[in-house]
T-cell receptor
């Protein structure tokens, strides 16, 4: 299996620009998670989807952030407009509800720098 | 609420030294416990897990035992290698829940 795929791996943009991060979960997994990792705040859960439906978005920082999952094999996280404080590594992870212990499989991450 | 507390890093050891990274948790119910590892430039990956009290998870020479009486899940390895240098995260997931709670992570440096 190819694992969780994220693109781009690196993104540098200027403040005010729109940023779209993409994720392809492992085939057959029905749960998808978006995380943000920074030195100051550690690993934060932003949003969780189950069977393509957003279940919990309480971790989304503000209205500038939005996430979609139009089908079982694709999800996006959008930031509009971006700000320097959004600079972080963003991870996508997926898991299968059929596994008894819900191990999460992480992608390699997207390193976002907002200038 | 649910939470995970792990020892602050960084931890610096010489090759072949014994490793312990402490982890304690607070949870309602009977959670599953995990250790994830993050190598430089990569995402987190599962290292080992335990689903009930007294279970021992093990992988790649690492071990951790689920201790309900002390609410702990300490990570140990008898002889570390340079290639073990990484950040280690303790985590819990409550039964029937979806939200894995991660600790802050402990960075390990192993010197040759």
């Amino acid at each position: 299996d190819a694992g969780v795929i994220q693109s781009p791996r690196h993104e540098v943009t200027e403040m005010g620009q729109e940023v779209t991060l993409r994720c392809k979960p492992i085939s057959g997994h029905n749960s998808l998670f978006w995380y943000r990792q920074t030195m100051m705040r550690g690993l934060e859960l932003l949003i969780y989807f189950n069977n393509n439906v957003p279940i919990d978005d309480s971790g989304m920082p503000e209205d500038r952030f939005s996430a979609k999952m139009p089908n079982a094999s694709f999800s996006t996280l959008k930031i509009q407009p971006s700000e320097p404080r959004d600079s972080a590594v963003y991870f996508c992870a997926s898991s299968s509800n059929s596994e008894s212990t819900d191990t999460q499989y992480f992608g390699p991450g997207t390193r976002l720098t907002v200038l | 609420g649910n939470s995970v507390t792990q020892m602050e890093g960084p931890v610096t050891l010489s090759e072949e030294a014994f490793l312990t990274i402490n982890c304690t948790y607070t949870a309602t119910g009977y959670p599953s416990l995990f250790w994830y590892v993050q190598y430089p430039g990569e995402g987190l990956q599962l290292l080992l897990k335990a689903t009930k009290a007294d279970d021992k998870g093990s992988n790649k020479g690492f071990e951790a035992t689920y201790r309900k009486e002390t609410t702990s899940f300490h990570l140990e390895k008898g002889s570390v290698q340079v290639s073990d240098s990484a950040v280690y995260f303790c985590a819990l997931l409550n039964t029937g829940g979806f939200k894995t709670i991660f600790g802050a992570g402990t960075r390990l440096f192993v010197k040759a």
